[in-house]
């Protein structure tokens, strides 16, 4: 802890100078973080030309809202764009690795979409130029690889614009609704229609002249080569592209889950004074919608659907189902697979499909063959857990994948050796090699502009901070290019020689930096912005201690330790939430409220420890899945272990450790207090998860499966179930507006607690409050709660 010692203290005020350390309060810590603590930079971004670096801000929270900044390359102090420039701002520099196609060849022009229309922006003469001015939605603007015209998305189809002549040609014909169907004549009616041609000249004359106007209509259609007219029901159209070559359009077509299984939350404080329904996620087990990958030749005039269950194991039961007896049926274990993509290769000779389980259990990365729609496995990940890890989505949306400068090899991101490192596959040969290793996890990586070299962030060093890598690209010895000890977020210069840096550390919230990379090597950092406010420094806020706590199956958890000058007999254990979220790090905590109470607690005598339990990010694979099928075993485990530690090294009994945490936090704080009681002497669970079988399904069903077919997983993983174990105080709180963890879920535990004849519990709910809270004086009273709870259950003057 780097705090001024009672020695200082006292040698100052002998010198004649009186210092106090200012008195912390819930009030005061929970107020308006923008005056209080002085709000912090976030969002930098570089002008194009690489001159500006932007960011937003609101120094020391002295407008209503953040305001838009810029800074020199060389440095120097921030200026206030205005509003006049701010509003007519060309687009922001968002990496090349993000440009496919979104500049031309040379760089020197780039296409970007600006409230539904089109812009290009020539990068040399900085001079912008507006494309379209439509009531229309234009999106995903891309140019021809040789730059001449830009394709875009209108209307679920495709369209090019000519940026020589003007000319607007559209490519696909994607209709919604169902192709309309000839009427055929029953007997009676052709006969009543033959019988009129027969009869009458008149009509002769006009059946001859349609049918040769319509025959004339057709001749005409297909000298002007149209595409070919698809209609796609009442589907959704996604991931709609064009391939390079201009012969190929891919698109998705898929279905939403069923309307009627959404969830409904009540909002009691309205302006109108009515009490008004949201409507909400649905919860989990709810049945797929559908998804079907399309591919449109348009030389042979044709579209067709591609089987994604031509993967192996596409029919696989996972070992849990096996257990149960069910084994491999093409009808009954057909898995639910859906695809990202195609990444096509720039020279438009390969294309490449991210394939994923519903279940998550496995992914492939497959090579599509448009002409036939064959795919073939460049690699497969599988796991029995869930598929997941940075870079390698699982709540939905794109992996981290692209393809390198050469056009024949394929990157991505796996963590088939328990870390997601970096890998490229020869789409060829299908020969995959390994370009990142170690106890560590690398976040985001990019090619630069020559091809040459590859950046990312990685946790190399230390889990608990974050630095800026580079690396050749054909992998090898790697460079770390930030030095500031903490986390490191890098936007980098479109020349690639100046860090834009987002930094921060335990005890002080991100500032803007810049650092030059001179001849490739890293100058020296210079800070740009000063955001916190003199009252808020006045402080010496700790700089928490990183240790590890030894746990019952023999590994090191990671602790945050904040040690009181004077212990006065008791701990707090804080649980972060999410889960799948690292708190202990040397950067500023997304959780500085708790950071600030902590701070707080150990004024008043009291040790904290704040864990990285298991299932917590930044650890690699197995710290991840521990919890499969068990939510609140081994993590839970992980503070029933750390109580021990509290007593034996410090003293400190059972009945003086209080525990309490929001969202996963509060539902492992019900775990806790529930099933390992003994073991704490009160909680505060707050937003918490009561039965899972009642949260969202994208989440839940990679760590439980699904309540239908592993429901003893659900079981022991949900609190409601092990209600009957509460006899230490537990308070709860809950926003009235949570559209996450909604307040059914409390209030059906509420019941339970009723029935079972508990009464050591309290509820305090907050009207106006949806998941996070954002309201100060909804803040100051759930706070003010849970220090009045710690007080009287395990502080020296604790009730007995």
Excluded at 238 to 254: K, W
Excluded at 259 to 264: G, H, I, L, Q, Y
Excluded at 329 to 347: H, I, N, V
Excluded at 688 to 711: F, G, M, R
């Amino acid at each position: 802890m780097k705090r001024l010692t009672s020695g200082w203290i006292l040698l100052l005020m002998l010198g004649g100078v009186a210092w106090a350390q200012p008195q912390l309060t819930v009030e005061k810590i929970m107020q308006d973080p923008k005056t209080w603590i002085g709000d912090w930079p976030d969002n930098p971004f570089w002008s194009e030309d690489g001159q500006y670096l932007y960011f937003w801000w609101n120094p020391k929270g002295q407008f209503p809202s953040d305001s838009l900044y810029r800074v020199s390359r060389s440095g120097g102090a921030p200026e206030k764009v205005a509003p006049e420039e701010r509003r007519n701002l060309p687009p922001a520099f968002d990496g090349w690795h993000h440009g496919e196609w979104v500049y031309d060849a040379d760089f020197r022009r780039k296409v970007f979409a600006r409230d539904g229309d089109l812009y290009l922006y020539d990068r040399t003469t900085r001079r912008l130029t507006r494309l379209t001015r439509t009531a229309e939605r234009e999106s995903n603007p891309r140019f021809t690889p040789d730059g001449q015209a830009v394709v875009f998305v209108k209307e679920n189809n495709l369209f090019q614009l000519d940026l020589r002549t003007g000319a607007l040609t559209q490519l696909t014909d994607l209709r919604r609704g169902q192709e309309p169907r000839e009427r055929r004549p029953d007997a009676q009616d052709a006969f009543l229609e033959a019988q009129q041609r027969a009869l009458f000249e008149v009509i002769r004359k006009r059946v001859e002249m349609r049918e040769a106007r319509e025959k004339a209509q057709e001749r005409d259609r297909k000298a002007e080569n149209p595409p070919p007219t698809f209609y796609y029901g009442d589907k959704n159209v996604e991931q709609l592209q064009l391939d390079p070559t201009g012969r190929f359009v891919t698109f998705a077509l898929t279905t939403d889950e069923p309307r009627e299984k959404a969830t409904a939350v009540m909002d009691y404080v309205t302006e109108s004074g009515y009490a008004r329904e949201l409507r909400a996620r649905p919860k989990v087990g709810v049945p797929p919608g559908s998804f079907e990958l399309y591919v449109q030749d348009l030389m042979r005039d044709t579209t067709y659907r591609v089987n994604l269950h031509q993967v192996p194991g596409a029919y696989d039961v996972p070992e849990y189902l096996r257990e149960q007896g069910v084994e491999p049926d093409s009808q009954k274990t057909k898995r639910f697979l859906y695809a990202y993509g195609p990444y096509w290769s720039g020279d438009g000779r390969y294309a490449v499909l991210e394939v994923r389980a519903r279940d998550n259990k496995d992914r492939w990365i497959v090579r599509l063959n448009p002409e036939t729609g064959r795919l073939t496995v460049l690699d497969r990940q599988h796991d029995e857990a869930w598929i997941a890890g940075p870079g390698i989505s699982w709540f939905g949306g794109r992996s981290t994948m692209g393809w390198l400068p050469d056009n024949r090899h394929f990157y991505f991101q796996s963590e088939r050796t328990g870390y997601s490192h970096l890998y490229v596959v020869d789409v060829e040969t299908g020969r995959i090699r390994q370009l990142t290793d170690g106890a560590f996890e690398v976040f985001d990586p990019f090619i630069s502009r020559d091809g040459r070299y590859w950046y990312f962030t990685s946790s190399e060093g230390s889990p608990f901070e974050r630095h800026f890598y580079r690396m050749p690209i054909d992998g090898g010895p790697r460079e770390r290019l930030t030095t500031l000890t903490g986390r490191n977020d890098v936007v980098l210069s479109p020349d690639e020689q100046v860090m834009g840096i987002l930094y921060s550390y335990s005890n002080r919230p991100p500032e803007i930096y810049l650092q030059p990379l001179r001849r490739g090597r890293p100058g020296e950092p210079q800070r740009i912005t000063h955001s916190p406010t003199d009252e808020w420094l006045a402080y010496s806020w700790r700089d928490p201690e990183i240790r590890f706590i030894p746990a019952s199956d023999g590994a090191q958890v990671p602790a945050r330790v904040y040690e009181p000058d004077s212990l006065n007999g008791a701990a707090v254990f804080f649980v972060h939430g999410a889960g799948y979220l690292q708190n202990v790090h040397r950067w500023w905590s997304s959780y500085f409220r708790e950071y600030m109470f902590h701070n707080l607690l150990a004024d008043r005598g009291y040790l904290v420890l704040d864990l990285d339990y298991r299932g917590s990010a930044g650890y690699g694979r197995d710290w991840r899945t521990a919890i499969y099928r068990h939510m609140g075993g081994r993590d839970l485990q992980d503070y029933v272990d750390a109580a021990r530690y509290v007593q034996e090294r410090y003293g400190i009994p059972p009945e003086r450790v209080f525990i309490y945490g929001g969202s996963y936090g509060g539902f492992l704080t019900l775990m806790a207090l529930f099933t390992e009681g003994e073991h704490f002497g009160g909680g505060a669970a707050l937003r918490a998860v009561t039965d899972w079988a009642h949260y969202n399904h994208p989440y839940t069903s990679n760590i439980l499966n699904t309540p239908e077919t592993d429901s003893i997983a659900y079981v022991r993983s949900s609190p409601i179930y092990h209600a009957e174990g509460l006899e230490d105080p537990l308070l709860m709180c809950h926003g009235l507006v949570d559209t996450n963890v909604q307040p059914q879920d409390i209030f059906r535990l509420v019941q339970r607690l009723i029935e079972l004849g508990k009464e050591n519990w309290e509820l305090a709910v907050y009207p106006v409050e949806g998941h996070g809270f954002q309201e100060p004086s909804s803040w100051t009273d759930e706070y003010r709660r849970i220090l009045k709870l710690i007080e009287a259950t395990v502080g020296p003057d604790r009730r007995r």
